[in-house]
């Protein structure tokens, strides 16, 4: 998204009507900044692999957002595993008499 000096204007001199706290008067000139700087995505193309992009793609059809869930599955069970690998290990020698 591009915005000319009448648009970008425009939209700063609406903030004032739109709201009149002082916070949320921050965050929109904080957002629209945001926009008018880094723009937005136009297109309808995949960000993370150039499909055709709607919701069900990115949810269930997109294989980047697959590996990368997958990835993050793969880590939590690896993490639950060591966890408990040690609690087990550790409720095992504390329960044998000592020597």
């Not at 425009?10 to 004032?16: A, D, I, T, V």
């Not at 980047?64 to 869930?69: A, L, N, S």
Request: glycine letters at 4%.
């Amino acid at each position: 998204m591009h915005l000319d000096g009448v648009e970008c204007e425009r939209l700063l001199k609406s903030m004032k009507n739109i709201c009149k706290e002082s916070k949320l008067k921050e965050f929109q000139f904080n957002l629209i900044n945001r926009i008018v700087v880094y723009g937005i995505k136009t297109d309808n193309e995949c960000l993370y692999c150039g499909d055709h992009d709607s919701i069900d793609h990115l949810f269930k059809d997109c294989n980047f957002v697959k590996r990368f869930v997958k990835n993050v599955i793969d880590w939590f069970k690896l993490s639950i595993t060591r966890t408990l690998s040690y609690r087990l290990k550790k409720n095992y020698l504390a329960s044998c008499p000592a020597h």
